[in-house]
């Protein structure tokens, strides 16, 4: 069994026969021991505190009353509030403040006082800058959180008719408010691949324009619909090098929320190693010797890929013969 990846975390409670319970799910939003994790915008509220690594805040019931209003139910048809789960029996909620504009005056006064942390560093943080130096379980707590309200942002309205929809199933499902249509919309997340194709003692690493300074990484694409993850896997691969790969194995996968992923990593054996990169994908793609990477020291000229992410798990299980 490997353990889990970043942004997903066993310890986490989803309580999904609850989300139907509504009499339950409203008497959790004013429970005084329920906890709401702000989400605005696509971005989360941490706090660093002298300096430290950030902590996601996360919020007590009696200090959002006045924002959540006396209306819980319309907030949970709004999808504003989204049940996330339980946590050391606590219910979590996402509350999404992404319609204010000035989203830390609003909490400021009653909410974050309240929270105990004072006027320390509170900030809305891009949780792809802050991430790799979270708590794992944290980090999957905001992962959810941004997940679920980047899902309901982009699903006001119903695909089929265009009239509106309304969260159900405290924010697990949307439905067409048109009742000749009614149609019922899930979360999404779709699915890529991501994979470390090896050819003996080497690995094939590229590297976007997009990457920051020196960074290699693994191949990765989206897969496409009517193809096997193997395929996904092969054809990515050829797309982008011109390697074609033989076996292909499962890993691992990970939930990466930016915005709405499933990364689902492999390893994968090359049979051809004459590299053709396409360069509107890749700036460039090399083979590296394992003994190379062991022993090289990140710099400008190459860099690992970030702590937080499947492809430095790929690769460093790899090099360790795991
Ligand atoms: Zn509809």
Redesign the pocket.
């Given at each position: 069994m490997r353990g889990s990846n970043f942004y997903s975390h066993p310890g986490f409670e989803r309580a999904g026969l609850r989300r139907r319970d509504t009499a339950w799910i409203v008497e959790r939003v004013v429970d005084p021991g329920s906890l709401f994790v702000p989400v605005w915008r696509n971005q989360n509220l941490v706090v660093e505190l002298d300096g430290g690594e950030p902590q996601a805040v996360v919020l007590a019931s009696a200090s959002i009353t006045s924002i959540l209003g006396a209306r819980v139910e319309e907030r949970l048809g709004s999808g504003d509030v989204v049940f996330l789960g339980v946590i050391e029996e606590r219910a979590h909620f996402a509350l999404d403040l992404s319609p204010v504009e000035t989203p830390l005056e609003t909490l400021h006064s009653p909410a974050v006082a309240a929270s105990g942390i004072g006027a320390a560093t509170v900030r809305f943080a891009d949780l792809r800058q802050v991430g790799p130096r979270i708590d794992r379980r944290e980090g999957a707590l905001l992962a959810l959180a941004r997940a679920m309200t980047f899902w309901h942002s982009r699903h006001r309205?119903?695909?089929?008719?265009?009239?509106p929809?309304r969260s159900e199933e405290a924010g697990h499902m949307r439905r067409?408010?048109?009742p000749?249509?009614?149609?019922m919309h899930f979360p999404r997340t779709d699915p890529a691949v991501i994979m470390l194709v090896t050819h003996g003692e080497r690995a094939l690493l590229g590297r976007s324009r997009n990457f920051a300074p020196g960074m290699y990484s693994t191949l990765a694409g989206f897969v496409e619909p009517g193809e096997s993850l193997e395929d996904a896997v092969a054809r990515e691969v050829r797309e982008e090098t011109g390697i074609e790969v033989g076996a292909v194995r499962y890993h691992s996968s990970q939930p990466w929320p930016f915005p709405a992923n499933i990364m689902l990593g492999f390893h994968a054996e090359a049979l051809t190693t004459e590299i053709t990169v396409d360069y509107g994908e890749l700036e460039d793609a090399r083979w590296c010797e394992r003994d190379w990477l062991l022993t090289h020291v990140d710099d400008d000229s190459f860099r690992m890929p970030r702590l937080d992410s499947i492809a430095r798990r790929l690769i460093e299980d790899w090099l360790h013969g795991r």
């Open positions: 309205y119903c695909g089929l008719c265009g009239s929809t067409c408010t048109n000749d249509c009614n149609t």
